[in-house]
């Protein structure tokens, strides 16, 4: 079964836009990741933040938590066409040593 | 490429046949997961060793399922009997255990399977 769910779906912008992509989970986390995964290859690591952060940045890239929600959100600042790609939220729980994956958020840029 | 890397990266096979999949994971890593990933789904859990012990397998690894990390280094994982339901993407990663907070883990390019 999978834990995270992301928010929307798909989602389709303009070169230069931002994107904003959530997830939201059940149980209780030590970290949630973002992964990036182009069509048909593995998942890239984004970024982890950890239970006791509530915001991280790298590059374009801007993450949020709020753990009263359960809840998280991605941001990608000024999208560019390489952008392209599927976006997963996956959470490590509390005692647990394994990553459980949300279905994901398919993003188009456009240019 | 000090990466994680799979073998083969695509295998077709038919219906009943077995089929063998194997991960080297990056060399200072000791924890390594199995996932499984069909069209349009985020990855699923199947198993994952740390070290040579294999800690944690999910429900959904039927009997017909097993995998191995002998000596702690690289995996296999075979699939007996094959079925037209394990048709999917077989992916797997590794991360260094940490005592706290958990780290990030880098995937392999995956093995596309494909039962006909």
């Known amino acids: 079964s999978q834990q995270g769910e992301e928010d929307p779906q798909a989602l389709s912008i303009q070169e230069g836009e931002n994107a904003t992509m959530n997830c939201s989970y059940k149980?209780?986390?030590?970290?949630l990741q973002w992964y990036r995964q182009n069509s048909g290859r593995g998942l890239v690591h984004l970024i982890l933040?950890?239970?006791?952060?509530r915001e991280k940045h790298s590059g374009r890239l801007r993450v949020t938590l709020d753990t009263s929600k359960k809840s998280s959100s991605l941001l990608i600042t000024a999208s560019r066409a390489a952008d392209t790609a599927s976006y997963f939220c996956a959470t490590a729980a509390l005692y647990g040593n394994k990553l459980v994956f949300g279905a994901g958020t398919i993003l188009r840029v456009k240019s | 490429d000090t990466g994680v890397s799979q073998d083969p990266r695509h295998k077709i096979t038919k219906r009943g046949q077995n089929v063998t999949f194997r991960c080297d994971p990056i060399?200072?890593?000791?924890?390594l997961y199995w996932y499984r990933q069909t069209l349009g789904q985020g990855p699923e859990f199947l198993t994952y060793f740390q070290n040579e012990a294999q800690l944690e397998k999910s429900r959904l690894l039927s009997d017909r399922f097993s995998a191995e990390r002998p000596k702690g280094s690289f995996s296999t994982l075979e699939i007996q009997r094959t079925e037209q339901g394990d048709s999917a993407m077989y992916l797997c990663a590794s991360s260094l255990a940490s005592g706290r907070g958990g780290t990030e883990a880098f995937f392999g390019q995956g093995t596309r399977l494909t039962v006909v």
């Open positions: 149980t209780s986390i030590n970290n």
């Open positions: 060399s200072e890593h000791n924890r």
């Open positions: 933040i950890r239970s006791n952060e």
